[in-house]
């Protein structure tokens, strides 16, 4: 893997393909691998770049508090130290939220939008308090067994669950092998986010939206509401996915991302 200076911490990526650059940001308790069935598809016609962002992956941990523009601003710094401006920008889940954060505050670095299993608005009170209560649950005895299998139905569909034992085991891994802080720190920055609804009008490059019809984490209604929000946004409802679709249904993924991105102009 790459890297490069995330303002003091070390920010790792991989990277492959040539043409126009596709950048992608990961989900929470995710990284660059949850993008493995993408990267299979595309790199044939575009340079695809994917990071591992703060606290994930491999890449190092900051000492907190974070706050999502914190990760925003380390979104942008990553397009401009990997030359990838403007781009094709790809964002699951956080990675989405971060992605709509970008293209408000910076067009010029963005080409299009692939928004996917995300939401542009504050988190809801409900799940403010439960991760909370997560996070209290971490800082006091880790990431325990009982609380990394009870979130299991928060980020895949039954489906993909009882289908797919070894993508459950590597998320279990991955999950495991985190510092207990950026889990911590992770769930201050989703849970303190600002909504940025009303300001879905002023995107202006061509998006897409992709989302699981069984996502429990973040309801399909928050794509419905951002698809009527963003001029001439285009909804993809994914039956039987969940919160984490590239993975759940990759082939439905590949084969919208392929043909937007090739409609891009």
């Avoid at 999502?68 to 990675?95: K, Y």
């Avoid at 980020?155 to 991955?174: C, I, N």
Wanted: glycine share 8%.
């Amino acid at each position: 893997m790459a890297h490069f200076d995330g303002r003091g911490f070390k920010i790792q990526y991989v990277e492959q393909g040539e043409g126009r650059p596709v950048v992608f940001a990961h989900g929470f308790v995710m990284d660059h691998t949850m993008y493995a069935p993408q990267f299979e598809d595309l790199p044939d016609d575009y340079r695809c770049i994917a990071w591992d962002m703060r606290g994930h992956g491999q890449s190092e941990c900051p000492p907190g508090p974070w706050s999502m523009q914190d990760t925003v601003v380390d979104l942008v710094r990553f397009i401009e130290e990997t030359n990838a401006a403007p781009c094709h920008l790809v964002g699951m889940s956080w990675g989405g939220m971060q992605a709509i954060r970008v293209a408000l505050q910076r067009e010029d670095l963005v080409r299009s939008l692939v928004l996917i299993d995300t939401d542009a608005d504050a988190e809801t009170p409900a799940n403010v308090e439960a991760y909370q209560g997560f996070a209290a649950i971490i800082e006091q005895q880790g990431l325990t067994d009982e609380l990394l299998e009870g979130t299991l139905p928060m980020f895949y569909a039954e489906k993909y669950l009882t289908s797919e034992p070894d993508g459950v085991a590597v998320h279990r891994r991955r999950a495991k092998d985190m510092r207990p802080e950026a889990l911590v720190e992770g769930l201050r920055a989703l849970t303190t986010r600002t909504s940025e609804t009303d300001r879905l009008g002023q995107i202006r490059v061509p998006t897409l939206l992709i989302h699981g019809e069984k996502d429990a984490a973040i309801p399909i209604a928050k794509a419905e509401e951002m698809a009527n929000g963003i001029p001439n946004a285009r909804l993809v409802r994914v039956p039987d996915a969940g919160h984490t679709t590239p993975l759940e249904a990759p082939d439905v993924v590949n084969r919208e991302m392929a043909g937007f991105l090739a409609e891009v102009p």
